[in-house]
C-alpha cells in the first residue's frame, strides 16, 4: 500500500478540454455492478440538471447567477417590457444599457479565466479531523491581469471530507500566485476529489463564472492516535536480546536514587529507605529489543460494509502501539492483509508509529466488501471484494483466518485487539494479552494469557 502522490502536472485553461477516448468497459461483473452503483450514486448526489452541467463538452464554462445578477436581470425584463408597451426611447436606451452590462460582465470573466495554469502542491496524508492547507499555484499567462479568483477542490456532495476554497484577488501579466485551500477529512482511509475548480465573479458579481477540471486528487486520511494506558507493561521478561544505557523498565538492576514523583511503588527499595529516613528506589536498565506484536483483528463490528466503523477502533490500535513504543519495545502490527515489521522508535521521530498509522488507514473490514464510492483502482477493489467473500465463507465453516506473515528477530509479546461483538471469529495464534473494545474503540476487558502461556 503505496501513500498516494498529490502532485500532478500544470493544468492549462482552455476553452475545451482535449477529447479523451471512451474507456473500454469492464468485462468483469464485479466491476460492471460497482460502475453501475456509482453512476447512481453520482445522479442521486447531484441530479439530472447538475449532472448534464458538470459536461465539459457541451457546456465548458459553468454560470451560477447571483443574488446581484438576478437583480439586473430583472430589471432588464421590465424595461423591455416598458419599453415595448410605451415606445419610449429613453427607456430603449436603459434597456440597451443593461444589456450591454450584462455583456460585458461576461466578456471580462471569460478574459480573467482564459491562459491561466493551475498547479497542484498537496501533502499526501492529512489527519482525521484535522485542517490541512492546500496550495495551488496560479500563473496567469497573458497580458491582461487576472482579478478576484477563487480556486479549489469540488466534492459533488461527498460526506466524507470538507473543503473550502482560495482565493487570488490580484494576478498581474506573467505573474504567479498563490491560493491557499482548506480540507478536513471526515473518516480514514483513502480519499479523492472530484476534481479542480477555477471561478471567478470579476468584474460585478451578477454571476459566478468556474471552469472545472476532471483531475483527482489523492489523499490519506491518517486515524487519529486516541491515548492508552497499559498495565504492566516492562515487568515482565519479554525476550529481550540486548540492553540499553538507557535507565527504563527492565529486569536488570542498574543502581538506587531518590524517589521522584511518578515512580512506581513496587521499585522502592523499602530497606534501604528505612536506613536513610527518605524513599529510595531501584533504577532498571532498559531492555533495548523488547518487541511487542499488535495483532488487529479488524473485522466488521456490525453488519454495516462502511470501513468508517473501524476509525475508532484504528485510533485504538494507534493509541496502543504508541504506549509501547513509549515503553521502550520495538513495536510491529501484524493485520489479516499485511504487517508493519517491529522496529523501536529510538530517536523518539514517530517514525514506527507513523508506518503503523499508514496500514491502519487502508484497512477496511476483512469480512465485508468495501462500498463501490470507497476509492480504490479498479483491480485493488474487486480483489478486496472476493477476499471479503472468502473471509465469510471461512468464518461461516468455523475455521480460523490467517494472520499475514510477520518475522520476528527475538520472541514477541503478543498483544491481540479484538471487538467484543466478534467473539464468535477465530484467528490464529496464541496471545499475552487481548484487549476487547466495544465498536466506538473503548477498552471493555483486557486479559492476561502469559501466565497460562508459560505454564503450558
Known sequence: MVTPKTGGRR???????????????????????????????????????????????????????????????????????????????LLYLVLSLAISVIAISGMLSEWCLRELELLRCYPGELVVGAVTALRIEVFNDKNRPALHLEVGEVTDGALDVQVRDGYVLHLGPREVGQAFAAIRPLRRGPITTAGLQLTTAYPFGFARKSRLFDEQAAFLALPTVTPTQLDGVGAHDRGATELSRRMGQGDTFAGLRDARPGDAQRDIYWKAS?????????????????????????????????????????????????????????????????????????????????????????????????????????????????????????????????WAPLATAAPAEVVLVRFASRGDAIAHGPSDREIVLDADGQIQQTLHHRAARQAA
Open 11 to 89: 493544468i492549462r485553461v482552455q476553452w475545451r478540454d482535449p477529447r479523451n477516448l471512451p474507456a473500454a468497459a469492464p468485462s468483469d461483473p464485479v466491476l460492471k455492478a460497482r460502475h453501475q452503483a456509482l453512476a447512481d450514486l453520482r445522479r442521486q448526489r447531484l441530479g439530472f440538471w447538475r449532472s448534464l452541467g458538470r459536461n465539459n463538452r457541451l457546456f465548458p464554462r459553468k454560470l451560477v447567477v447571483t443574488r446581484e445578477g438576478k437583480w439586473i436581470i430583472g430589471i432588464a425584463l421590465l424595461l423591455g417590457a416598458a419599453a415595448v408597451n410605451t415606445g419610449n426611447n
Open 274 to 402: 528505612a536506613r536513610r529516613q527518605r524513599l529510595i528506589v531501584r533504577e532498571w536498565q532498559a531492555e533495548a529489543n523488547r518487541i511487542a506484536v499488535v495483532r488487529f483483528a479488524h473485522l466488521a463490528p456490525g453488519p454495516s460494509q462502511d470501513p468508517a466503523t473501524l476509525d475508532a477502533a484504528c485510533a485504538r490500535v494507534a493509541g496502543i502501539c504508541e504506549a509501547l513504543l513509549q515503553a521502550q519495545f520495538a513495536v510491529g502490527l501484524q493485520t489479516f492483509v499485511g504487517s508493519v515489521a517491529p522496529e523501536p522508535d529510538a530517536a523518539s521521530r514517530g517514525d514506527q508509529l507513523l508506518r503503523i498509522r499508514r496500514h491502519l488507514a487502508w484497512l477496511t473490514p476483512v469480512d465485508q466488501p468495501p462500498p463501490p464510492q470507497w476509492p480504490l483502482p479498479d483491480a485493488d477493489w474487486a480483489q478486496a471484494v472476493r477476499a471479503a467473500y472468502a473471509a465469510q465463507a471461512t468464518l461461516q465453516r468455523g475455521e480460523a483466518l490467517l
